[in-house]
């Protein structure tokens, strides 16, 4: 049982690059979410969608877009890579609402 | 907006002292309160609490949830060097779907 799947791992940006981390779970979960972690910030929330084909912001939405157009996939996109975009990703998902997150093993993105 | 406090923001203790983490938190209609643990990579779930005064105990950790003043507290007996992480509460309201998260307590336990 895999969980929840995210890749790359890790990945090294230029300022004004695009890229897309790769996130899925095999758990049928409905809820899924883009966290993103700064040192000593604790977990600020990007993205999240209550199911496939419905999406809606959080915390900290700017620069990124998201789509989920099936239960187990929910991609994150970075348009315009900005150094203040230099973070750990971490994508989890719940079978209900704020309930018990399943989180991925995070990607470490770095912009410069 | 919905808002998770939590204290210390680190400290560090001896093999075997215990050890009590803060969190306060302000949010629209109240459902769960949840604790994580995060060790270098992704967290791990510990508990979940939602009503008031009910201890939810795991071995060496224990929580609880006081609903009136807003707070919650995660207890660690006899800390081992293995309980070093850092320690994140989040909160969820009733009408929402995502979890708030605190910016962690970071605790180092030396042997």
């Known amino acids: 049982n895999a969980g929840v799947t995210q890749t790359p791992k890790f990945r090294i940006l230029k300022i004004g690059q695009s890229m897309t981390l790769q996130c899925t779970q095999d758990m049928n979960h409905n809820y899924m979410y883009w966290y993103r972690q700064d040192p000593g910030m604790g977990l600020k929330l990007i993205y999240y969608s209550v199911g496939a084909g419905i999406t809606d912001k959080g915390e900290v939405p700017n620069g990124y877009n998201v789509s989920r157009s099936t239960t187990e996939d929910f991609p994150l996109r970075l348009e315009l890579a900005a150094p203040s975009q230099t973070s750990v990703y971490f994508c989890a998902s719940s079978y209900a609402g704020a309930n018990v997150l399943t989180f991925g093993a995070g990607s470490r993105l770095t912009v410069l | 907006e919905d808002k998770v406090v939590q204290s210390p923001l680190s400290l560090v203790v001896h093999e075997g002292d215990t050890v009590t983490l803060n969190c306060s938190y302000e949010?629209?209609?109240?459902?769960?309160l949840l604790w994580y643990k995060q060790e270098k990579k992704a967290p791990t779930f510990l508990f979940m609490l939602t009503s008031s005064g009910i201890e939810k105990k795991s071995g060496r950790l224990s929580s609880i949830l006081d609903k009136k003043e807003l707070f919650s507290i995660l207890n660690i007996t006899a800390t081992q060097t293995g309980d070093s992480a850092v320690y994140l509460c989040?909160?969820?309201?009733?009408?929402?779907?995502?979890?708030?998260f605190g910016a962690g307590t970071i605790l180092r336990v030396k042997s």
């Open positions: 989040a909160v969820a309201g009733v009408y929402g779907n995502k979890l708030v």
């Open positions: 949010v629209t209609n109240f459902r769960s």
